[in-house]
């Protein structure tokens, strides 16, 4: 329940985006929060308010003269207390009378009167969204401190192809979740590795393992939100990349190895959460092995892959690193050993007797101040959890560098 007591008024604009705010409205309300909706007159030709009174469990409001309201001041109080103003779809013309303070309607004097933040998804057509005047409204919006979520590039309802597109509502979600983090990592650039990795034996078949990349994603995501420059280095899985963070795409070992080292210089911190491959075949074969061909069953010859972290952290001048350690036994022990052996500062300890892949985890951070054992949660939970440690790591390691005078 990322979201409990969070009271979020949800501003609707008129775009055939529209259909996708009652998804919206169902996320939010899902993830706990109360969610007040506000609707343009343009916006209920495409969905009806009675849509978003079910799903938001309250009356939706439309009118600036609505006489429900005892004081007839709508426009205030449906904002007053509110933690954040979400406009999802922001039309072109909505964000042209938010950048000019023009408060002609419910919705755009409620803009006008709130005191708590405003987040736009804007939603338009390619052409509109490209127009000079709409990109002059969008810089104005954000000098003035707005958030503008998206849009996203791709297929649209009026059959083009081009940037205007609202983002979806998981999208708009993490978007509105991330706002609500505080900026630990602001300024900070972060590289993660995550996900297993697959090493190919001949075109069709190759040794992996489990990992599904879901603790490394929340990490990414985690460090995004608390406002790092976020780049995932991410082996085969069946995730999206979180919004904000940009993905490199690998297959095996030597694949994210060299990508770590392309990507390494000038990140504050490398988080290598992936399951690589301890070993991969010497040479995939270029041709499928058949069965029946050999007298006896073919031999798998294996060759170590490159320690990526250790590598890392054996730079001249390396990241933060921070290493995991997924055992199966004696977790403290293990774990302790490897920070030192790879001489890390910080090492996630993973008990993993419930094997890869659920939503949720039990972790035990390992320093030079000892152990702190996170109880199980779920796993963007520890990712939070994690990456205020690692904040304050930077923060003293800083100090220490000025105290040093280096
Ligand atoms: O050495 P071991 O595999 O036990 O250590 C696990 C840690 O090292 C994890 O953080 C993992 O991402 C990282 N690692 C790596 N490159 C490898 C093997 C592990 O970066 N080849």
Known sequence: MELAARRVVLGISGGIAAYKSAELVRLLVGAGASVQVVMSEAATRFVTPVTFQALSGKPVFTDQWDTRVANNMAHIDLSRGADALLIAPASADCLAKLAHGLADDL????????????????AMNR???????????????RSDGVEIIGPATGEQACGEN??????EADEILAALLAHFQPKLLRGRRVLLTAGP???AIDPVRGISNLSSGRMGYAIARAASDAGAQVTLVSGPVALSCPYGVRRIAVTSALEMHAAVHREVADNDVFIAVAAVADYRPVKPL???IKKGMQTSPPTIT?????????????????????GFAAESEKLHEYAERKRRSKRIPLIVGNLIGDGFGGDENTLVLFDDEGQHPLPKAPKIALARQLVA??????????????????
């Open 389 to 406: 440690r690692i904040s304050a790591l930077l923060e003293s390691l800083a100090w220490q560098h000025r105290s040093l005078g280096a």
């Open 162 to 167: 081009g940037p205007g597109r609202m983002l």
């Open 107 to 122: 919705l755009s004097t409620l803009a006008l009167a709130r005191e708590c933040p405003l987040l736009v998804a804007p």
């Open 127 to 141: 052409q509109m969204w490209e127009n000079p005047a709409t990109q002059r409204n969008v810089t104005l919006l």
């Open 286 to 288: 270029a041709e499928k």
């Open 302 to 322: 294996l060759v170590e892959n490159p320690d990526i972290l250790g590598e890392v952290a054996a730079l001249a001048r390396p990241p933060l690193c921070v």
């Open 197 to 199: 990795t697959f090493e």
